[in-house]
C-alpha cells in the first residue's frame, strides 16, 4: 500500500512540475516580440524569391527546376519524330523507339527511364537508358543502352550528345564511318554535363 500511495506522490508531483513549465512557455510566447519568436532559415528550406517585376519570382526555385525536369522527361518519352534510315526505311516514333531500333534486335524485348538534368538556364542534358535483351539466342544476351541529348527549352529541340543519341535520330551509326567522331564512339558514352 506505501508503494502504491509513493508512486501516486510521484505522479502528482510530476504533473504539477509539466503544468508549471506549460505556463512558463506559454507565458514566454506571449511576450515576445515576433521577431524573435521567428524561425531562422536554414540551407535546407528555400526561401520564396524575391518577387521580379509584375510580382513574378526572379529566380527559379528547387520545385520549379523539378516540375520543368518532369514536363521534358515527359516529352522527350512522348514526342514523335520523322527519321529516314540509311536503308532508306522512313519511321515516325518516339525517341525512345528509335533508340530501341538502334539495337538491330525487333524480338527483343525492351524497358527504359528517361531523366532530364539542368544546366543552366533553359538547356538540359536527357539521359534515356535501356537494357535490351535478345531472346533469339541461346543464352539470351543483353545490351545497355544509353543515348545521351541536350534539350533547348528556347527552341524547344533535342540534339545528339552521344552516339546512340546520333544514331537514333539520323539512322546512321556514326561508328561506321571511315573516319569515325571520337566525340561520339563508343556508342554508349555517357556525357558529363
Not at 123 to 144: E, F, K, L, N, Y
Not at 184 to 189: I, T
Request: charged residues 25%; hydrophobic residues 35%.
Amino acid at each position: 500500500m506505501k508503494r502504491i500511495f509513493a508512486l501516486a506522490q510521484l505522479a502528482a508531483i510530476c504533473l504539477c512540475l509539466a503544468m508549471a513549465v506549460g505556463c512558463e512557455e506559454e507565458e514566454t510566447s506571449t511576450t515576445a516580440t515576433p521577431s524573435a519568436t521567428a524561425p531562422e532559415a536554414t540551407p535546407e528550406s528555400p526561401q520564396p524569391a524575391s518577387p521580379g517585376p509584375e510580382g513574378t519570382p526572379a529566380t527559379a526555385g528547387p520545385t520549379d527546376i523539378s516540375s520543368r525536369g518532369a514536363e521534358i522527361e515527359t516529352l522527350a518519352n512522348s514526342v514523335a519524330r520523322k527519321i529516314t534510315w540509311e536503308d532508306g526505311t522512313t519511321y515516325e516514333a518516339t525517341i525512345p523507339d528509335l533508340v530501341f531500333r538502334t539495337a538491330a534486335m525487333p524480338d527483343a524485348g525492351h524497358g527504359h527511364r528517361v531523366v532530364a538534368a539542368w544546366l543552366d538556364d533553359a538547356r538540359w542534358q536527357v539521359g534515356i537508358s535501356m537494357r535490351v535483351t535478345d531472346h533469339s539466342v541461346d543464352p539470351a544476351t543483353s545490351v545497355d543502352l544509353q543515348a545521351e541529348f541536350y534539350y533547348d527549352e528556347e527552341k524547344d529541340e533535342f540534339t545528339a550528345a552521344n552516339g546512340r543519341a546520333v544514331f537514333a535520330l539520323t539512322g546512321q551509326d556514326p561508328c561506321e564511318s571511315d573516319q569515325p567522331e571520337p566525340d561520339y564512339c563508343p556508342l554508349d558514352k555517357e556525357v558529363s554535363p
